[in-house]
């Protein structure tokens, strides 16, 4: 509930967000172009495909994060109850 008020009151927040998402999707679909899955693991040195995949396992996961977040941020239920409560 916190999180659904801050976003908004603050257009500003709203908008970095999704631009940090924007972001890291767009660094994720570069990474993934640049891995040369033909190196392996045989050189450590420069751009190999053990970083290319570790890096594009972060990147999944904090666009994960970011989407976890965003759909609790915009969950309607379950609502607060009414306070006193109501007989039926």
């Known amino acids: ?11 500003i927040l709203t908008f970095v967000v999704l631009g940090a998402f924007v972001w890291l999707l767009l660094t994720l679909f570069e990474v ?8 392996g ?3 450590f040195v420069g751009q190999n495909a053990l970083g290319g995949i570790a890096g594009v396992l972060v990147l999944t ?3 994960g ?3 976890v977040l965003y759909s609790e941020i915009t969950e309607s ?3 607060p109850q009414s306070w006193p409560p109501s007989e039926e």
């Open 32 to 39: 993934a172009s640049t891995v040369d899955l033909m190196t």
């Open 65 to 67: 994060a970011l989407v």
């Open 77 to 79: 239920d379950p609502a």
């Open 1 to 11: 509930m916190i999180l659904r008020t801050a976003i908004q009151q603050s257009k």
């Open 41 to 43: 693991t045989t050189s």
């Open 61 to 63: 996961i904090v666009l």
